[in-house]
């Protein structure tokens, strides 16, 4: 299953509100996660199942979508939240990742 | 609190072996599938392998279908890639994950380098 992510890069300020669309080239139920990748730091799951948050992550993220088109929107941005952002399908094997948003500081 | 810590990485000639071990703690490590995903220079995430719990089931992609290997010592609650006949391509970060039974990772190493190069 191919997975495609846009935009590759988005910029925006503190306080803001952001989306990242993850597109699946077959339907995947809601077999969906979202992870964000900080340099020096592991990688962290956001979200699992298109929309459950996993434990610890901030209520200002939201998952959405089923079948082949899932967002990521985080609201009201945060300075720790400029990273990059990746989406995997789970669904069936192998499991397979989007090619990663950057979401930089403007 | 949940810690994998990946060792074993390094610069090695193009078609020979390196085997890449992850120190698991913090979780009962016997419980939990385990698997390895790359992320090669400025490219993005790519599944490398999975384990069973018991180690008696392994999944791999075609791409390292028969050169890769993983296996795990629960005793020792560590997991390990042994990597033969490696190839350019398969230079990356190589991140030991836990899985979910879903099949997503819900945590990750922060990776061991592996560069394939003469």
């Known amino acids: 299953v191919q997975m495609t992510q846009s935009p590759s890069y988005l910029a925006a300020s503190p306080g803001e509100s952001v989306s990242i669309s993850c597109k699946a080239s077959k339907s995947i139920s809601n077999n969906l996660a979202w992870y964000q990748e900080k340099p020096g730091k592991a990688n962290k799951l956001l979200i699992h199942?298109?929309?459950t948050l996993q434990s610890g992550t901030p209520s200002r993220f939201s998952g959405s979508g089923s079948g082949t088109d899932f967002t990521l929107t985080i609201r009201s941005l945060e300075s720790e939240d400029f990273a990059v952002y990746y989406c995997?399908?789970?669904?069936?094997?192998?499991?397979?990742f989007g090619a990663g948003t950057k979401l930089e500081l403007k | 609190e949940v810690q994998l810590v990946e060792s074993g990485g390094g610069l090695v000639q193009p078609g020979r072996s390196l085997k890449l071990s992850c120190a698991a703690s913090?979780?009962?490590?016997?419980?939990?599938?385990m698997a390895w995903v790359r992320q090669a220079p400025k490219k993005g995430l790519e599944w490398v392998a999975t384990?069973?719990?018991?180690?008696?089931?392994?999944y791999y992609p075609d791409s390292v279908k028969g050169r890769f290997t993983i296996s795990r010592d629960n005793a020792k609650s560590s997991l390990y890639l042994q990597m033969n006949s490696l190839k350019s391509e398969d230079t990356a970060t190589y991140y030991c994950?836990?899985?979910?039974?879903?099949?997503?990772?819900?945590?990750w190493g922060q990776g061991v380098m592996v560069t394939v190069s003469s």
């Open positions: 199942s298109g929309s």
């Open positions: 994950a836990r899985q979910n039974l879903l099949r997503y990772f819900d945590y």
């Open positions: 995997q399908q789970y669904n069936e094997y192998p499991p397979t």
């Open positions: 384990i069973s719990t018991s180690g008696s089931r392994t």
């Open positions: 913090g979780f009962t490590f016997s419980n939990y599938y």
